[in-house]
């Protein structure tokens, strides 16, 4: 696959083809296009839907009129990496310890076990944990249209009643961690699975999938079939090179529980499968100068994953149907 590609483009910072092998073995090596995945059987564990409308009847007035929001207000709808949705934070003193221990099975439900663990350090780290963190309810439990947010540096989580509007997660989310330091940012393997990709291009593919600057870091709007994706077409890639992508995809979805990760693959599916994304890396905000590229792009009609991750980690993602 790199056969034609000089030495002089060759990365020092880590063996990303060892790396992207290792990373890729702890992610089900089974298609993500064929796989499906298991829903927990017979309730054992409630979902995170449930809990939310649990949370919600627990409300009294003076808290919902703090957190409640109808569905369609604006907020649902905005992409920053460090705001809050609302005045109400977890740990404030008007919720209580159940209300509290409900937030925390929510966030716990709607990710992976090691993301739980990942995103849970990463609130620890950037703003002291997750009692500092803010979230809303829209809608209201048990009808077709509601959802849980939570907001704050760094973060926006979601958990979503709604499946009318093919948007997988509910719609944008965002994560990321203030360290600076490659070896000690939490998502910095991301980067090294999506390097992984950029090694296994030869010289002409690597011209046409690096890019000088990147497009502005909350522009993840959805383009449709009629977009303009920058970067190298997946389509354009060898299967082997295709293989690759879709392991980055799975190490990308790995923090999100499976019934997101289902979603997401059904909506890719609808527009057209792997072939439909392109992949993008700038040159711009290199750390080190060392060609591993920090700043990287997915996109195709119905998904985009801009990762900054220069100085610090900001990732947006946006999966869904452009209406």
Same mark, same amino acid.
């Given at each position: 696959?790199?056969?034609?590609?000089?030495?002089?483009?060759?990365?020092?910072?880590?063996?990303?083809?060892?790396?992207?092998?290792?990373?890729?073995?702890?992610?089900?090596?089974?298609?993500?296009?064929?796989?499906?995945?298991?829903?927990?059987?017979?309730?054992?564990?409630?979902?995170?839907?449930?809990?939310?409308?649990?949370?919600?009847?627990?409300?009294?007035?003076? *808290?919902? !009129?703090? $957190?409640?929001?109808?569905?369609?207000? +604006? =907020?649902?709808? /905005?992409?920053?990496?460090?705001?809050?949705?609302?005045?109400?934070?977890?740990?404030?003193?008007?919720?209580?310890?159940?209300?509290?221990?409900?937030?925390?099975?929510?966030?716990?439900?709607?990710?992976?076990?090691?993301?739980?663990?990942?995103?849970?350090?990463?609130?620890?780290?950037?703003?002291?944990?997750?009692?500092?963190?803010?979230?809303?309810?829209?809608?209201?439990?048990?009808?077709?249209?509601?959802?849980?947010?939570?907001?704050?540096?760094?973060?926006?989580?979601?958990?979503?009643?709604?499946?009318?509007?093919?948007?997988?997660?509910?719609?944008?989310?965002?994560?990321?961690?203030?360290?600076?330091?490659?070896?000690?940012?939490?998502?910095?393997?991301?980067? *090294?699975? !999506?390097? $992984?990709?950029?090694?296994?291009?030869? +010289? =002409?593919?690597? /011209?046409?999938?690096?890019?000088?600057?990147?497009?502005?870091?909350?522009?993840?709007?959805?383009?449709?079939?009629?977009?303009?994706?920058?970067?190298?077409?997946?389509?354009?890639?060898?299967?082997?090179?295709?293989?690759?992508?879709?392991?980055?995809?799975?190490?990308?979805?790995?923090?999100?529980?499976?019934?997101?990760?289902?979603?997401?693959?059904?909506?890719?599916?609808?527009?057209?499968?792997?072939?439909?994304?392109?992949?993008?890396?700038?040159?711009?905000?290199?750390?080190?100068?060392?060609?591993?590229?920090?700043?990287?792009?997915?996109?195709?009609?119905?998904?985009?994953?801009?990762?900054?991750?220069?100085?610090?980690?900001?990732?947006?993602?946006?999966?869904?149907?452009?209406?």
């Amino acid at each position: 696959m790199n056969k034609n590609r000089p030495d002089d483009q060759r990365v020092a910072r880590r063996d990303f083809v060892k790396l992207g092998s290792a990373v890729a073995a702890g992610v089900a090596s089974a298609s993500l296009f064929d796989a499906r995945f298991a829903h927990a059987a017979g309730g054992s564990k409630p979902s995170a839907e449930t809990i939310v409308g649990e949370l919600y009847a627990s409300l009294s007035e003076k *808290q919902k !009129a703090a $957190v409640w929001r109808p569905y369609d207000h +604006a =907020d649902r709808r /905005k992409i920053n990496p460090n705001w809050h949705v609302t005045d109400a934070f977890v740990g404030d003193s008007m919720f209580s310890k159940q209300q509290k221990t409900l937030i925390d099975q929510i966030v716990r439900q709607i990710t992976s076990q090691d993301g739980y663990q990942r995103l849970l350090k990463q609130m620890d780290d950037d703003d002291g944990g997750i009692d500092n963190y803010s979230f809303a309810l829209f809608g209201e439990p048990g009808t077709e249209q509601f959802q849980f947010e939570m907001t704050g540096r760094h973060l926006t989580m979601r958990a979503d009643g709604n499946q009318a509007d093919k948007a997988a997660f509910g719609g944008p989310l965002v994560y990321g961690h203030g360290e600076e330091s490659p070896a000690h940012n939490l998502f910095f393997y991301q980067t *090294q699975q !999506a390097n $992984v990709v950029f090694q296994a291009l030869d +010289a =002409d593919q690597a /011209k046409q999938a690096l890019k000088k600057k990147a497009p502005r870091e909350t522009a993840v709007q959805l383009q449709g079939a009629s977009g303009n994706f920058p970067g190298i077409a997946v389509s354009k890639l060898s299967s082997d090179q295709k293989e690759l992508v879709e392991s980055t995809l799975k190490v990308l979805l790995a923090p999100y529980r499976e019934q997101d990760v289902d979603e997401v693959m059904s909506i890719l599916k609808g527009s057209g499968g792997l072939d439909q994304l392109s992949m993008a890396f700038y040159q711009e905000q290199d750390l080190d100068d060392d060609r591993v590229w920090d700043v990287w792009r997915v996109e195709g009609p119905s998904l985009v994953w801009h990762f900054r991750g220069a100085p610090h980690v900001h990732a947006y993602i946006n999966i869904g149907v452009k209406s």
